[in-house]
């Protein structure tokens, strides 16, 4: 372990921790496994006013998206049900799917780099948990219960009137509120046209859609209610891996332990340099802000999530008694230790490279991506039939337009030459936009010159300026003929 989690000192005295049995337990459970509820004090503060303008913003993006369409489509739609999918408004479908595989790839190495670089900074100032938690939920609970002191207060005190009105108050708007986001994410997977839809029929309309709400509604009172930090220290896996990320030269949220130790309560005019007494002093604003109920002074810590509260606690501490601030900032750990300037390693480097990599072939995918996709099938059962001298093939088509416009279309034979398109699909084809279209055609072959019972041939579809948008390679079938050497 390093210096900083070897030794905190409290009270201007030196306390060994064990590393044996320092972190038998989460920060908000005891030693006997029973849980320790958080009671986090609002916080105020620089980052604190940034961080919630940027979840102000994630907030209103999160409730317009579903309302918004391009070109006709949903921004994002991810209908799995219908098998509707849409990103920006395009449409992607299962043959696009090694696509966002790639996509989510990327993104996965994106994450990797963001950690190594940056620490747990998605958890604080990105992550949906956090954001629903801290902005809407602990905003409620502040506004109807009060800051830590009442809330603590009201938790000890028995249930009298003014404990039941409260707290049923609260589970009341939590409810509510789980209800709004439920609806939403749902918006996000059938559309809101059909989301609104079940809302006007009523749930006996719709009991399957009616129950899934309610589970989904029960899933984030119980979370967001109940469970809490919880879901960051021990369902979400993105804690466990900044263990396997996160090194000396990446940037968190690190308590300063060189200026602030040795730790001692504040006397009104003190030298403290003189006594050999650090600048903090000890007063628990940091512990008590914290929503997971840590200490950031004992170091780097599973249940930390780079919120940035301690830091404008310690500020306000700090410029209340006229130290300089910074005890509790963002900073790697080697620069606390060392007092080195931040670097790019080359583990970051190297992550940054295969990640620009991948973009730049997602991004050459998505622009080389077909505008139509055409199949021509022959019915099961179907064979050949031969009329004037000529062996015919039936065959369905399927076209698939990708594309937000729609298409007009013509089929023609691009191989063997002089094979002919029967007289029906001489005709133009339209295929609406993100649509399919289906139907029938003949193909003729001259039977002079059907050397082979079955033989490979290619159909092109092309647009209104004759130029080719797909091609399908399938095969004809004829009688068989025996050849004699």
């Known amino acids: 372990m390093s210096e900083i989690d070897q030794q905190a000192v409290r009270g201007g005295q030196a306390q060994v921790v064990d590393p044996e049995s320092y972190r038998d337990s989460i920060g908000t459970m005891d030693q ?27 907030l209103i993006i999160y409730f317009a998206i579903p309302f918004i369409k391009i070109n006709g489509n949903p921004v994002f739609l991810l209908n799995v049900i219908d098998g509707e999918y849409f990103i920006m408004g395009q449409p992607f479908y299962p043959q696009d799917f090694f696509i966002l595989t790639l996509g989510a790839i990327a993104s996965l190495i994106f994450i990797i780099v963001f950690t190594i670089a940056f620490g747990r900074i998605f958890c604080g100032w990105i992550c949906p948990q956090t954001i629903f938690m801290e902005s809407i939920f ?28 409260k707290r049923i108050l609260k589970w009341s708007a939590y409810i509510v509120i789980s209800l709004f986001i439920t609806h939403i994410m749902f918006m996000y997977i059938v559309g809101y046209e059909d989301v609104l839809q079940i809302i006007s029929g009523g749930p006996f309309a719709n009991i399957t859609s009616f129950i899934v709400m309610i589970l989904f509604t029960a899933t984030f009172y119980f979370v967001f209610a109940w469970f809490r930090e919880q879901v960051c220290t021990l369902v979400c896996p993105y804690g466990r891996l900044q263990g396997v990320l996160i090194d000396k ?15 001692s309560k504040w006397r009104n005019g003190e030298d403290r340099k003189s006594t050999g007494k650090g600048d903090c002093i000890d007063c628990y604003q940091c512990v008590a802000v914290c929503p997971t109920g840590i200490d950031i002074r004992d170091g780097q810590q599973l249940e930390c999530i780079n919120c940035t509260a301690c830091i404008d606690a310690c500020d306000e501490v700090m ?27 080359g583990r970051m480097k190297g992550f940054a490279v295969i990640l620009v990599l991948l973009l730049g072939f ?42 937000n416009s729609k298409k007009i279309v013509t089929i023609k034979v691009i191989e063997p030459k002089n094979a002919e398109i029967g ?10 936009r993100d649509k399919i279209s289906k139907g029938t055609i003949n193909i003729s072959f001259p039977e002079s010159q059907m050397n082979l019972s079955k033989q490979n041939i290619t159909i092109g579809v092309y647009d209104h300026k004759n130029n080719l948008i797909d091609s399908y390679e399938t095969y004809f079938e004829g009688p068989f003929k025996l050849q004699i050497q």
Do not use: C, H
Request: positive net charge; without cysteine; glycine residues 6%.
């Open 138 to 165: 602990r905003k409620i609970e502040f506004w109807i219960e009060g800051d830590r002191n009442k809330q603590m207060r009201l938790d000890r005190q028995e249930w009298n009137t003014e404990k039941i009105w």
């Open 319 to 345: 410029e209340k008694v006229g130290l300089p601030k910074g005890l509790i900032r963002y900073a790697s750990e080697r620069e606390i230790e060392t007092g080195s300037p931040y670097k790019f390693t």
């Open 362 to 403: 997602q991004g050459f995918l998505l622009s080389s991506r077909e505008e139509m996709e055409a199949k021509f099938i022959k019915p099961a059962g179907s064979t050949f039939f031969v009329r004037d001298g000529k062996i015919i093939n039936t065959y369905n088509y399927t076209f698939l337009n990708k594309t």
């Open 423 to 432: 007289y029906s699909a001489s005709d133009k084809i339209t295929v609406d």
């Open 249 to 263: 030269e990446t940037i968190n949220v690190f308590y300063d332990f060189k200026r602030g130790e040795i730790r």
């Open 32 to 58: 006997t496994g029973k849980r320790k509820w958080v009671f986090p004090k609002k916080p105020k503060g620089k980052y604190t006013n940034y961080r919630e303008l940027v979840s102000y913003i994630l």
